[in-house]
């Protein structure tokens, strides 16, 4: 069996592609604006903007209540933020993981974000992270319902 995946997808929304990568860019203001599913982020090395920072996510999901310290890849041409993960409750189950936010301006009022998960399971009886990918889309939702609001 395939120990190594990637699942995703594709979602459109109202803010402009700049301003949401913005926000994971710099990602402290994302615990006041998603609260239900974020519940602190810390800067661990590094600073709140630069490629190669060091984070730690306080993050809920459902009943769950875990942290995911990550590395921060940053792609502004392409406005792309990947976290990929060191630490945390997800390595109970994967070997490794990774996510990509990535926003792209389709027209004047839409936006496509892209996300997606790439892991390696621990073993075969993991499930595919679904349930991460529901949070990422969460997350990036109550972010364009905040832009749209502002």
């Known amino acids: 069996m395939v120990l190594h995946g990637k699942i995703g997808t594709e979602i459109e929304i109202k803010a402009p592609a700049d301003k ?9 203001l994302i615990p006041n604006i998603s609260n239900t599913h974020i519940k602190g982020v810390d800067v661990h090395e590094g600073d709140w903007e630069t490629h190669g920072s060091v984070k730690i996510w306080k993050y809920e999901l459902g009943d769950h209540v875990g ?3 990550e590395k921060v890849e940053l792609d502004d041409e392409n406005r792309a933020a990947t976290l990929k993960g060191l630490e945390g409750e997800v390595f109970k189950y994967y070997k490794s993981f990774k996510g990509v936010y990535k926003f792209t301006q389709k027209d ?11 892991y390696e399971k621990l073993n075969e009886n993991v499930e595919a992270p679904d349930r991460y990918v ?6 990036v939702q109550d972010l364009d319902a905040h832009l749209l609001g502002a």
């Open 20 to 28: 949401l990568y913005n926000m994971f860019k710099s990602a402290h």
């Open 108 to 118: 004047e009022g839409t936006c496509i974000a892209n996300l997606w998960i790439e």
């Open 67 to 69: 942290i995911f310290k």
């Open 134 to 139: 529901g949070l990422m889309v969460k997350l």
